[in-house]
């Protein structure tokens, strides 16, 4: 294959958002059978880019050539029709059809006559051929995490995709998984198939890529880097601009006195399925406990629980003395149970109300904010202000609506309203998820604060890294049941990423 | 095998830059091309001059200036109203009109601003009526005081309005029942209710389908009572109704903008499941301002019979549907429902006697229309771009 043969070339491209300059003037082109690693920091333009070239969002300025003819993309339909084709973070699958009906979705192939045997067949073929198998008559739901990666992945090739870009496909896998989707890539670049690897862990780039591209902040700050002979150091300080710490500085933890218990505790997910099976735990005051686990293993469902947004089928938690179960006054008990939800802009705010309006989420019912029936707007506004200043919160001003805030901003103005006002118990989960790295170093040194402080902390995540640098004792989740406990220093991930698998360990 | 073309694109964009005026200048905007387009279906209905209508409509609805010169004269030199001028009626009639709308009005933002889709206005307001009526008829002697009596009757305005709503609100919060269908459904029940009692059943004085003219102390006071005070007030039916609505208005800006529950109603509204989060009980507050919402409907029913002076079996329907359109005029914002309420009335008086029939409903069906289309204008951009050249290449053709 020759050296020069580019499977696409983007020249130019320019991409503005109100307010933000996604894309600033970037050149990036990928030679046919690489994988190609597209390196930032969350914000930095990596999706952005990817959109343009997949045909989901139109460049203000740019031109993409491929095999040196300029291309206008309308749609994603357009861009696939050139043999590009995007698996996103957020999988676009119907999850009552199954994978053959997934497969046909948006073909104009076959034009009356919807044979799904014959796609079935072309499905299980597909799948061995780039061992990538899957049962083309499972329903997507039934399907794990992995398992959906793989369908999305099938159903680009089935288009007839050459080029694949891949929006941070690790985030949702064991490390055993990462390791099978690292051979299946290898697969197709020996294929002649050409891969973009947007990701912004430096571990994966490092391993999987043959060369790699850094964006920070919409421009490109090293282009066309070859992965052999680069280092995490100097691939972090072209991400950030500066250089970065990789462990969380903490002390010994000292546990205090038992702030969260749970006992025997049975939740069923929205299926209505058993999803936490009795599960016992215990948090201490002035402790990060961390679940490891893989993404749909019963966290969410746990964490749901505990914070009253899920009502428990049976068992029995503790905060201190308190009992908590239906007679529960939640919002009262939010002075002393924090909750980082899972999905910041679904939970943990109201988008279109202001800063200040969010801030008061958790206290409004209580003086000084909450005066008789009405809110006390000067309170309301010094709380906002003195927050602000304190967590760094960069915003035009108070009365800025959230949705206007970049997602680092966002989880600041949560954590604002969560620790400020000193909580027995918080819950976090997936607290940097999506974050730079700087802002990700803001959250956990807050984290370590707070338990500093004498916080009982619950740390579900599903970074391994995050995991290991923040708690101080462990815990591994699977199927709904805890099947591993282990203090955090010297756990060896090796042997927890088989946990999360499943696999019974030391028995 | 490659085809070469050049067409224009249209694409639709969501505005991420939603500044407040856009709201305002799309419901002006709104009511302009709704008098475009009903001009023109006036024209096709008959009407050789449809500006001229508009003209005769905004006369019969606010009067002209000279009427209200006429009227602020005979004010000041404490004169009758001179002969061949309406001074001060078309106003009157308009407010007369103008106020059970605020109120249905009122009623819908409440239940919109949680976006709960209250439609059932106008049977809440039956049902206020019909237990005003009950009070001011059959349960209070007719010697009761005035302020008693129709403090009285607004109380169980108030009481049977909150029950209307807040049945259709528990069916929602409990049993997830699409609130739309139900409120619906119950202003047929409530019109069948009332139309039972005056129409056919013990409340019909023999066979004038009306309860009869209610005792004195259970009406509204109005204009033309001091008209041997005060000459140019003869004929004038204006009542307090109207500083009801503005009241109501006022107490429900204060709630959803300054108040603790006005603040839990604004994140339900906006974010329900962030509400859920932060631990504000879903369920009480569906109710609560479901029933509320009833209960300022069914205010507006006794606002109405204390203004008719009976209640019977040609009590208009529909207020609670205009109700619907207002709210969205005025954007949920209760002030501004003042003026535009106001304004319909007016709409409302005018085309009274308007030929043929419906114009005026007509009229609110494409300001509806119109309104929240270019809301979603206002949403979105549409954005128009030449392209210069489109390569399509057919698949197995990309080598």
């Known amino acids: 294959m020759a050296e020069s043969l580019n499977a696409f070339e983007m020249r130019g491209i320019v ?93 104009n192939r076959p034009r009356f006559l919807l044979n799904l045997s014959n796609i079935e067949d072309e499905v299980t073929a597909l799948g061995e051929q780039y061992s990538l198998s899957v049962n083309p008559r499972a329903k997507i739901w039934e399907l794990s995490v992995g398992e959906q990666q793989r369908v999305e992945v099938l159903k680009i090739l089935f288009r007839g995709a050459k ?21 299946t890539l290898r697969d197709m670049t020996d294929r002649g198939h050409t891969i973009v690897f947007i990701s912004h862990k430096l571990d994966e780039v490092v391993a999987i890529a043959d060369r790699i591209t850094v964006l920070r902040r919409g421009k490109v700050t090293a282009a066309d880097v070859p992965a052999e002979g680069t280092t995490k150091p100097q691939l972090a300080q072209l991400m950030v601009g500066r250089e970065v710490l990789f462990r969380v500085n903490k002390k010994k933890a000292q546990p205090g006195s038992l702030v969260l218990q ?95 309006e969010n801030l008061i989420l958790k206290r409004f019912s209580r003086p000084p904010i909450a005066a008789g029936w009405s809110l006390n707007a ?120 088989l946990m999360m698998a499943g696999t019974k360990v030391g028995e | ?100 709308i605020l109120l249905t009005t009122l009623a819908c933002i409440l239940a919109f601003r949680m976006k709960l889709w209250n439609i059932g206005a106008d049977g809440q307001m039956f049902f206020g009526a019909w237990a005003a009526t009950a009070v001011a008829v059959f349960v209070l002697p007719p010697t009761t005081a005035r302020p008693v009596m129709l403090a009285a009757m607004a109380v169980a305005g108030i009481v049977a309005g909150f029950i209307y709503g807040a049945i259709p609100g528990f069916l929602k919060a409990r049993l997830n029942i699409n609130e739309i269908i139900t409120t619906l459904m119950l202003n047929y029940i409530a019109y069948k209710w009332v139309e039972y009692f005056v129409v056919v059943g013990p409340w019909s004085l023999g066979d004038f389908e009306s309860t009869g003219r209610f005792t004195a102390a259970a009406t509204w006071p109005r204009l033309t009572e001091y008209a041997n005070r005060i000459p140019v007030l003869s004929g004038l ?46 369920v009480r507050n569906i109710i609560l301002v479901m029933g509320l919402s009833g209960a300022i409907a069914g205010l507006a029913g006794m606002n109405e019979v204390a203004a008719l002076r009976e209640l019977n079996g040609r009590f208009q329907r529909g207020y609670g549907f205009t109700g619907v359109i207002i709210a969205w005029l005025a954007r949920l914002n ?35 229309f119109v309104v929240i289309g270019t809301e979603l204008l206002f949403r979105y951009r549409i954005a128009f771009e030449k392209v210069e050249e489109i390569v ?8």
């Open chain 1, 15 to 107: 991409k503005r958002f109100p307010g933000v300059l996604a894309n600033d003037n970037v050149n990036f082109a990928c030679q046919v059978g690489e994988v190609h690693a597209l390196l930032g920091e969350n914000g930095a333009g990596k999706s952005t880019l990817m959109n343009v070239l997949a045909g989901l969002y139109r460049p203000d300025a740019g031109e993409i050539f491929i095999s040196k003819q300029k291309v206008v993309f309308h749609s994603p339909q357009e861009a696939i029709a050139h043999g590009i084709g995007m698996v996103h973070q957020h999988f676009m699958l119907v999850p009552s059809n199954t994978v053959a009906e997934n497969m046909v979705l948006g073909l």
């Open chain 1, 163 to 183: 080029v694949l870009i891949l929006d941070e496909p690790t985030a949702v896998l064991t490390p055993q998984e990462v390791d099978v989707l690292f051979r």
């Open chain 1, 262 to 356: 749970v006992k025997n505790l049975n939740t069923d997910n929205d299926r209505g399925l058993p999803a936490v099976q009795d599960v016992s735990l215990q948090v201490r005051a002035g402790e990060i406990v961390g679940v490891a686990g893989v993404a749909g293993n019963g966290q969410r469902e746990l964490a749901e629980t505990l914070t009253g947004l899920r009502t428990a089928k049976s068992g029995q938690m503790w905060l201190g003395d308190l009992l908590l179960d239906n007679h529960t006054d939640w919002l009262e008990l939010g002075r002393q149970l924090a909750h980082i939800p899972e999905d910041r802009s679904v939970y943990g705010c109201i988008p279109d109300l202001s800063v200040a």
């Open chain 1, 378 to 497: 000067k309170a309301v506004r010094q709380n906002a202000e003195r927050l602000v200043n304190v967590y760094q919160i960069s915003t035009p001003t108070v009365d800025t609506p959230v949705r206007m805030l970049s997602g680092g901003n966002l989880q600041k103005v949560i954590l604002a309203r969560e620790t400020s006002e000193r909580p027995q118990l918080m819950i976090a989960v997936h607290p940097t998820r999506g974050l730079d790295i700087g802002a990700t170093e803001a959250v956990h040194k807050l984290l370590v604060e707070q338990r500093d402080a004498g916080t009982a902390i619950l740390l579900i995540s599903e970074d391994l890294d995050e995991l290991l640098s923040l708690s101080d004792r462990l815990i591994v989740m699977f199927e709904g049941q805890i099947v591993g406990e282990m203090p955090a220093e010297g756990a060896d991930i090796h042997t927890i990423g």
């Open chain 2, 1 to 100: 095998m490659r085809r070469l073309f050049s067409s224009y694109h249209v694409r639709i964009e969501t505005r991420l830059d939603n500044p407040g005026w856009a709201g305002v200048l799309s419901s002006i905007l709104g009511v302009i091309l709704a008098l475009i387009v009903g001009g023109f279906v006036m024209r096709a209905a008959g009407a050789t001059d449809p500006i001229a209508t508009y003209k005769v409509i905004f006369k019969d609805g606010f009067g002209t200036p000279s009427d209200w010169q006429a009227g602020i004269v005979a004010l000041i030199t404490n004169g009758d109203c001179p002969k061949g001028s309406l001074c001060f009626g078309p106003i009157s009639d308009t407010l007369v009109k103008a106020s059970p």
């Open chain 2, 237 to 282: 039916t204006a009542h307090p109704g109207i500083f009801l609505g503005i009241a109501v208005a006022i107490l429900l800006a204060w709630i959803i903008n300054r108040s603790r529950w006005g603040y839990e109603i604004r994140v339900i509204g906006h974010n329900p499941k962030a509400a859920r989060y932060a631990g504000i009980s879903l």
């Open chain 2, 334 to 368: 209760p002030i501004a429902a003042i003026l535009v309420a106001f304004l319909f009335g007016g709409l409302l008086v005018g085309t009274q006697l308007i030929q043929p029939q419906g114009i005026a409903s007509m009229l609110q069906g494409v300001i509806l």
């Open chain 2, 392 to 399: 399509v290449h057919q698949i197995g053709d990309t080598q």
